[in-house]
């Protein structure tokens, strides 16, 4: 029991307590907007992608298809070798890139 808590405690110093905190926030706050079939078939017809956006997804893909990180972990944009701006772009336009990167 004892050991319980000194790991406990060492996991908030380091900070893991906060972080999983966040990234749990930030995962609930994702779900709630689910795209819906309608959607990703407006956003293939209505968006244009550049080749370096699709590009981003890609990258972006092979990290998440990897399994490695959650993808609102830190360490998964730093795995994917983006910038925020773009990292961002990715997951607020999953649906609709991956339709144009398979078309």
């Not at 990234?23 to 078939?41: A, E, G, Y």
């Not at 209505?46 to 972990?73: C, H, L, P, Y």
């Amino acid at each position: 029991m004892n050991n319980d808590i000194m790991r406990d405690e060492q996991l908030a110093a380091d900070g893991y307590v906060d972080r999983k905190a966040r990234v749990q926030s930030n995962l609930k706050q994702f779900k709630k907007t689910k795209p819906t079939k309608q959607m990703n078939t407006e956003a293939k017809e209505t968006q244009q992608f550049t080749k370096q956006q699709i590009k981003d997804w890609r990258a972006f893909e092979r990290v998440r298809s990897g399994g490695r990180f959650n993808m609102f972990d830190p360490r998964a944009r730093q795995s994917t070798g983006l910038g925020g701006e773009e990292y961002a772009f990715c997951m607020e336009h999953y649906s609709a890139l991956k339709l144009a990167a398979n078309s």
